[in-house]
């Protein structure tokens, strides 16, 4: 599956942003949908997953309460939602699918999209 991730940008602290990860090339249905994050100087961390049809999702430790993933099958389309964002959430956010349950070890999924940059600044 082909995978584009849209949606970063620049943004306050205590701002909100919307990630998309648009999957084209297969039956996306079939597949679990992760994200993760790499800042400069720092290993690509784990943020949310969801499973092939929902509702299952892992959110990581590090945005539990301010972070959401949900899936639109029909639009072959997942999104992560970012609320109360912090300088520390500044990365490059990847999202990443792999056949069946979804799994929050990165080489684990075997399709990845290019990336969005996600600055949190004031």
């Known amino acids: 599956v082909q995978l584009q991730a849209s949606g970063g940008g620049l943004v306050q602290p205590g701002d909100s942003l919307r990630l998309s990860c648009a999957a084209s090339?297969?039956?996306?249905?079939?597949?679990?949908v992760a994200w993760f994050r790499q800042a400069p100087g720092k290993e690509r961390e784990f943020v949310a997953a969801?499973?092939?049809?929902?509702?299952?999702?892992k959110i990581g430790d590090s945005v539990q309460g301010r972070f959401s993933i949900s899936r639109d099958n029909a639009k072959n389309t997942v999104y992560l939602q970012m609320n109360s964002l912090k300088p520390e959430d500044t990365a490059v956010y990847f999202c990443?699918?792999?056949?069946?349950?979804?799994?929050?070890?990165?080489?684990?999924?075997?399709?990845w999209g290019q990336g969005t940059q996600v600055t949190v600044s004031s």
């Open positions: 990443a699918a792999r056949y069946g349950a979804y799994v929050i070890r990165s080489l684990q999924y075997s399709d």
């Open positions: 090339g297969a039956t996306f249905s079939g597949y679990s």
């Open positions: 969801i499973n092939r049809a929902g509702p299952a999702t």
